[in-house]
């Protein structure tokens, strides 16, 4: 009776405990939309003012000057925070829509979206994002740096996920996938060979994880696999929890070849027999390489029976002719530094 008593007491205190805080999680939520709100109210007053009356600069000063005398220093109504209350009013005056989702995020997230990104599609595209993946700043700034829009939207992914798989779990696999992902948090040279890029991706995980997107979890590298007395090993498996599918990389220095897809279909074959759980989609793998035809990717994807994509990475970008002409390489900085 004891132990029943105990356990009715913990289910009951664990739900208790559930519940508060559920309902904290409601009151930041509330809160922070009404702090959103009020800035956008604050952004809308400082435009009317300014074009009815004229008013400049120095009445935005006076203004926070005096909002801190009587909320304090940290209230949030520094001048350059009133400046952002006008952009934010500016940027979504006119869209009712993105005016319903900025309440849902953070004034320092709002922040980074409206200041940076260049039109609205590029803005609802990270508010979404931001809320449905429950990205902090630091994650969401990184993702606006390395242009993650402009190659998440390419409209050009080469897969085959439409013809091998089902069609929910066909567009869940083409949003998981990207065009083109930037390593360049790797800091190698473009003359780097797989495995020193593959050593790099396991010391720098966390922002790899990061490129790869929301539900991927890292299982292993060399991941190891066998037929029969002969062994093969995979260059990086992860699972993703969104397709609830194991997801095979394989990283290839230079131009796609046909041959990469068979040895990945090869692979796929055997982690869907001797690797994947009953319960789990079929196995998923992408060939990264540092350059593809995509009519020849096409072609070698065409007649194989395994879900896979093919994708390019970047572990440096181009910089203009007349900038590399003027900048010193690497290796010339190097010898600099070191002569210091």
């Not at 006008?86 to 979504?92: G, H, K, M, S």
């Not at 309440?103 to 599609?121: H, M, P, R, T, Y």
């Not at 994650?139 to 069609?167: C, G, M, P, V, W």
């Not at 995980?205 to 090993?233: A, C, H, P």
């Amino acid at each position: 009776m004891k132990n029943y008593i105990e356990l009715s007491y913990k289910d009951f205190i664990n739900e208790i405990k559930s519940k508060i805080y559920s309902a904290k999680s409601k009151a930041i939520i509330s809160i922070n939309r009404e702090m959103i709100e009020l800035y956008f109210d604050i952004g809308k007053e400082i435009v009317t003012k300014q074009e009815k009356l004229g008013w400049g600069k120095k009445v935005v000063e006076q203004m926070s000057s005096d909002l801190k005398k009587e909320f304090g220093e940290k209230s949030g109504y520094s001048t350059q925070n009133l400046w952002y209350m006008r952009q934010f009013y500016l940027t979504y005056k006119e869209n009712k829509n993105l005016q319903q989702l900025v309440g849902e995020i953070s004034w320092s997230a709002n922040i980074l979206i409206f200041s940076k990104c260049k039109n609205s599609q590029e803005q609802e595209y990270y508010i979404k994002e931001t809320i449905k993946n429950g990205w902090n700043r630091n994650t969401l700034q990184h993702h606006i740096k390395t242009e993650l829009y402009q190659r998440d939207k390419a409209n050009h992914k080469l897969t085959n996920f439409s013809q091998t798989l089902s069609n929910e779990l066909s567009e869940l696999a083409i949003d998981m996938i990207k065009s083109e992902y930037n390593l360049e948090f790797l800091d190698l040279d473009k003359q780097a060979k797989e495995i020193e890029i593959e050593n790099k991706i396991i010391q720098n995980i966390k922002n790899f994880l990061l490129e790869l997107g929301y539900g991927f979890s890292f299982i292993g590298n060399q991941y190891k696999i066998q037929l029969q007395n002969d062994e093969y090993f995979i260059d990086l498996l992860f699972f993703n929890r969104v397709l609830n599918a194991l997801v095979a990389i394989e990283l290839k220095i230079g131009k796609f070849k046909p041959e990469y897809a068979g040895k990945m279909n090869f692979y796929l074959n055997i982690l869907n027999d001797k690797v994947k759980l009953l319960h789990e989609n079929p196995a998923i793998g992408i060939i990264l390489c540092t350059d593809k035809n995509d009519i020849e990717v096409e072609y070698s994807l065409y007649n194989t029976n395994q879900p896979m994509g093919v994708s390019t990475y970047t572990l440096q970008k181009n910089l203009p002719k007349e900038l590399s002409k003027i900048l010193p390489s690497k290796q010339e900085l190097s010898k600099i530094l070191d002569l210091k």
